[in-house]
């Protein structure tokens, strides 16, 4: 019986295989790095153009959808703003446990847990929360990026299975007059 990471039985060590998994375990580290260092051309590299981002539940002052990659990246550069003067904080991601559930040719299922920190102006840290990411990748050309990426800030998605890719869009949240 094949496992679910493997393209077809017997192929794991396949030095393809082994480039593409690689690069998506790079792809997952690059997104917290990016974010919290407020590179948002590189975090709006990440993700596919009509990609998602879902989380459950938002935080406050954030959707709880956002499609297309101008909108993910408008969206997290006013949620890291909003921390650093509501919080005066800079946020670290910690995103370990990455789980490749399928590998295909140009499509990749992944979950990995991850926490995020608060290095305080004061010196001090503090923690804040944990979640799971649930991620669809597709490949473009010879680079992976997130199409879909739903966050999981309480209950856990199922490790197996497909997940709810028929999410409405919440409002713009560039809108004004809407806090982020």
Not at 95 to 102: E, G, L, S, V, Y
Not at 153 to 180: C, F, I, K, S
Request: proline share 8%; charged share 25%; hydrophobic share 40%.
């Amino acid at each position: 019986m094949p496992r679910p990471t493997d393209r077809k039985a017997g192929t794991v060590a396949d030095p393809a295989h082994l480039a593409d998994r690689a690069a998506i375990h790079d792809l997952i580290a690059a997104y917290s790095l990016a974010y919290d260092c407020g590179d948002y051309a590189t975090l709006g590299d990440l993700f596919t153009e009509d990609a998602r981002y879902a989380f459950t539940p938002a935080p406050d002052s954030f959707p709880p959808y956002v499609a297309g990659r101008e909108n993910i990246v408008a969206a997290m550069s006013a949620l890291r703003g909003h921390h650093l003067e509501t919080r005066k904080a800079h946020q670290r991601h910690f995103t370990t446990n990455t789980f490749i559930i399928r590998l295909g040719k140009d499509t990749a299922e992944v979950r990995s847990l991850m926490c995020v920190g608060f290095a305080l102006v004061d010196g001090g840290q503090e923690f804040s929360r944990s979640g799971v990411y649930a991620d669809v990748l597709a490949k473009e050309g010879d680079r992976w990026r997130i199409a879909d990426r739903h966050l999981w800030l309480r209950e856990l998605p199922p490790l197996y299975g497909v997940l709810d890719t028929d999410r409405q869009p919440a409002p713009d949240p560039t809108t004004p007059g809407r806090p982020m």
